[in-house]
């Protein structure tokens, strides 16, 4: 079957890339011939000044042009009626790993063998990080490595994160301990030129050993080779200051571009975001700031309301989380202190922003590595509940997270002359029946795209009794783990004692990888596993320094934990804008529904539907052109290949199937699209030049399935 599902992403992939390449169609491009936008009659939130409860806000190349109550709209402006409306700035996620590369096997893990010659099944999962040219250092401990020169400028996780209004973001790479430079983007354009705002923004570093198998394979070493790293940095910078003053008599001294790049760290020209959750950690993160004199962010925070006093004495920022623990139906009655302390993360973490904001400690928000966005805003409304002002919140969101990132004189607010990003919305931001219509970003309304969203899987969450070969000894232990994206928490119990986990992670391909302090002949040891998770069973290998190399096996208790039903939070519902209206089904609206059927008896599917195929979470393009006749539907479909003829019909008012024949590499292949058409009149009335009707389902062949998801434009009558 994975041969199969292969075959059919190969060959779609090649074939409607070429068609991409060959007849590219962007909103920016269509939208090139207007510069000027006016939204009148809107409740208008600057955020930096006093709320304007009925005005008007003008856009001119890209930049907020006026603002204010008494505002006239240009003549050359395209007029949006804001009635009903509010205007935020754009929303800021301010620590993401946007338009970043996934991480790909190394050639050992393709191949199967680790470097201790175990098959694969045990084989430690290699990950190849981005890597700088010509470094000294080894991938991973590569501070000259640079968001800019791999952002990917698509994604569904950027479309995504716009349907959560969110407009900009900074971006840094994935993984690592000195991870690279981070970048400030807007979430749109078709370059990467396009898309930067400010770059670089900061040195990020982590303190989750390599996955390589390299040193340092353990926190101790992480942080030795952090402290190593910047004294070596310091003395290269005093170096070249001494032959740069006079060169005469002195040897030239070497050229080092990891060391370079930590030269602005140490002499405070660069800030540092240090990633690091648990009160320990951010303690480390802050005695290492102060020892070197560094400007530092804390990112992650979830426990930063422990260390407040420090943070405001050292004007430390944190760049919070608001991927809240969730709760899972996973019964581990044999950890007894687990649940609790589990229960105890769930209700303190949404506590933790109105913590920092009572003790005057500058925070703003970020996603966290959270798998569904709808939680973005959802989470800030928890934070609201529990404590946080509304407006401590909109900052969060807002200006403070651009004065942290050092943007603050080109967004976070609604004023003249900063760039003209914008949230639009229906109701209060911060309501639980608030809905997002609009984004506008560098002056342009971007389209909404329907976005089909990752299983809230709960991953390696729950119970496992693990296996370990260690020393010729077969020992069990039970793991008890708990995920949040890529991040694990967790402890261990059994026949090498009781402890906590002291960093872990897990990959979206099931890469897993754990440090846990354990009790082994008598003596405490650090053992890191690695390995993979495959459904409910877990293997890999253990290693721990001054120890033979070792393996491990698990499964998990139960089948495997699943996680709650989210809580309701703001979503993107597409609105049509003047230049790229667009629309998405609601999730639960049985008004939207009914009115979508409705319409749909009167519109028919007849028209032209430019769809995008999901496959291996890209996107490639097609265009239908579909002509009903009662309950019969006919027509083409364009790609790379010839136009091919389809043939269905519509099965009630909403669901359609129909069929075409096309020819992929030289094969004909049979191909079966099914799926639902709504026309959502409760979020575009008719009343102005037209609304959009949408489509998705899956399309079929003997290859395999992939989703699928399509507009079409739909003038009233």
């Avoid at 936008?37 to 809107?42: D, F, S």
């Avoid at 409705?598 to 496959?615: F, P």
Wanted: with cysteine; charged share 20%.
């Amino acid at each position: 079957m994975r041969i199969r599902q292969l075959l059919i992403i190969c060959v779609l992939a090649l074939f409607f890339a070429l068609t991409a390449r060959v007849t590219p169609t962007t909103h920016a491009q269509r939208s090139a011939t207007i510069d000027t936008y006016a939204i009148t009659n809107a409740h208008i939130v600057p955020v930096t000044g006093p709320e304007i409860q009925r005005g008007t806000i003008v856009i001119r190349n890209g930049l907020i042009a006026a603002v204010g109550a008494n505002v006239a709209a240009p003549a050359d402006a395209r007029v949006i009626d804001g009635a009903g409306l509010t205007v935020y700035p754009g929303l800021i996620d301010a620590n993401t790993t946007l338009g970043m590369p996934q991480p790909s096997p190394s050639p050992s893990a393709a191949t199967g063998r680790s470097g201790a010659g175990l098959p694969s099944i045990f084989a430690a999962p290699q990950a190849t990080l981005i890597t700088a040219p010509n470094s000294a250092q080894p991938p991973g401990l590569q501070p000259e490595v640079m968001a800019e020169n791999v952002i990917q400028t698509s994604s569904d996780q950027i479309d995504a994160e716009r349907n959560a209004g969110i407009t900009s973001a900074l971006t840094a790479p994935r993984e690592g301990i000195f991870i690279g430079q981070s970048a400030f983007i807007n979430l749109s354009g078709d370059t990467p030129r396009q898309m930067i705002v400010r770059s670089p923004v900061a040195l990020h570093i982590g303190f989750t050993p390599l996955r390589s198998g390299t040193y340092p394979g353990s926190l101790l070493g992480v942080f030795s080779s952090i402290r190593q790293m910047l004294l070596d940095a310091q003395r290269y910078r005093d170096s070249h200051v001494t032959y740069e003053q006079n060169p005469r008599g002195i040897r030239r001294p070497t050229q080092d571009r990891s060391l370079a790049a930590l030269v602005p760290l140490i002499t405070r020209d660069m800030p540092v975001v240090m990633q690091a959750n648990t009160e320990r950690e951010i303690r480390r993160a802050l005695d290492l700031a102060q020892e070197f004199n560094l400007k530092v962010i804390i990112a992650g925070g979830e426990e930063s309301w422990k260390v407040t006093d420090r943070l405001r004495e050292m004007n430390v920022p944190v760049l919070l989380s608001l991927n809240f623990p969730r709760r899972t139906t996973a019964q581990v009655a044999e950890a007894d202190p687990e649940p609790l302390r589990v229960l105890r993360e769930r209700v303190e973490a949404p506590k933790a922003a109105g913590r920092l904001a009572a003790a005057h400690v500058r925070f703003a928000f970020q996603s966290g590595s959270m798998t569904d966005m709808r939680d973005f805003i959802g989470n800030a409304i928890r934070a609201v509940e529990n404590g946080l002002a509304r407006d401590e919140a909109l900052r969060a969101m807002t200006i403070n997270a651009a004065e942290i990132l050092g943007v603050g004189n080109q967004l976070g607010s609604l004023e003249v002359g900063k760039i003209a990003n914008l949230t639009v919305t229906r109701g209060n931001i911060l309501d639980r029946n608030a809905r997002i219509t609009n984004v506008f970003i560098d002056g342009r309304p971007v389209e909404l795209r329907p976005v089909i969203a990752a299983p809230r899987g709960a991953g390696a969450s729950g119970s496992w009794t693990v296996n370990i070969k260690l020393e010729s000894r077969d020992v069990t232990i039970t793991l008890i783990l708990q995920q949040d994206g890529e991040n694990l928490r967790g402890s261990i119990q059994g026949e090498l004692g009781s402890s906590q986990i002291a960093s872990a992670s897990a990959g979206p391909t099931g890469d897993l990888r754990i440090t846990v302090p354990i009790t082994f002949q008598g003596q405490t040891h650090e053992a890191t596993l690695s390995g993979r998770i495959a459904g409910n069973e877990m293997s890999g290998s253990v290693t721990v320094v001054g120890l033979s190399p070792g393996t491990f096996t698990g499964t998990r208790a139960g089948g495997g934990p699943t996680t709650a039903a989210p809580s309701s939070s703001p979503q993107a519902q597409p609105t049509p804008t003047p230049e790229q209206p667009s629309g998405n089904p609601p999730a639960s609206s049985s008004t939207s529904k009914t009115l979508a059927s409705a319409a749909l008896a009167d519109t028919e599917a007849s028209g032209t539907w430019k769809i995008s195929l999901v496959i291996d979470d890209q996107k490639v393009p097609a265009t239908l052109m579909l002509k009903q006749q009662g309950k019969r539907l006919s027509g083409m479909i364009e790609g790379p290949f010839e136009p091919a003829e389809i043939s269905g019909q519509i099965t009630n008012e909403k669901r359609f199937s129909f069929t075409s024949t096309v020819v992929l590499g030289g094969n004909s292949v049979d191909l079966k699209f099914e799926g639902t058409i709504y026309l959502d009149l409760a979020l575009a009335p008719c009343g102005g030049e037209g609304i959009m009707a949408v489509m998705s389902g899956t399309v079929t062949s003997s290859l395999g399935s992939v989703a699928f998801a399509g507009t079409r434009y739909q003038e009233c009558k």
